[in-house]
């Protein structure tokens, strides 16, 4: 499976952007995909993660009421709706997936994508 991660870029604090990212390859084998972060100097950190199945989601508590994950099943993207966005919000964002039910730590995931960075300015 690859995963193509895109739609990072510059914002002002306040503002909006959405992440996408798309799976190829043996894609049915997937059980939730989702998203990371690593801002510098610090260690990657989860974000939000979505069941491939049932729609089920999850988001780090720094996120919760800002960030919203969804997935389009047909076209195997996931999405982040980033809103009300912050200066620490500034990082490299990772989509991951994974064959299994798990614990979303970096060492858990099965696949990874190119990084996107999203830079929010004050």
């Known amino acids: 499976v690859q995963l193509q991660a895109s739609g990072g870029g510059l914002v002002q604090a306040g503002g909006s952007l959405r992440l996408s990212c798309v799976a190829s390859g043996r894609t049915l084998s997937l059980y939730a995909m989702g998203w990371f972060r690593q801002a510098p100097g610090k260690e990657r950190e989860f974000v939000a993660r979505?069941?491939?199945?049932?729609?089920?989601?999850f988001y780090a508590d720094s996120v919760k009421g800002r960030f919203t994950i969804s997935r389009d099943n047909a076209r195997s993207t996931v999405y982040l709706q980033m809103n009300s966005l912050k200066v620490e919000d500034t990082a490299v964002y990772y989509c991951?997936?994974?064959?299994?039910?798990?614990?979303?730590?970096?060492?858990?995931?099965?696949?990874w994508g190119k990084g996107t960075l999203v830079t929010v300015s004050s």
């Open positions: 991951a997936a994974t064959r299994r039910s798990t614990t979303w730590s970096p060492r858990a995931m099965d696949y």
């Open positions: 979505i069941s491939w199945s049932s729609g089920t989601t």
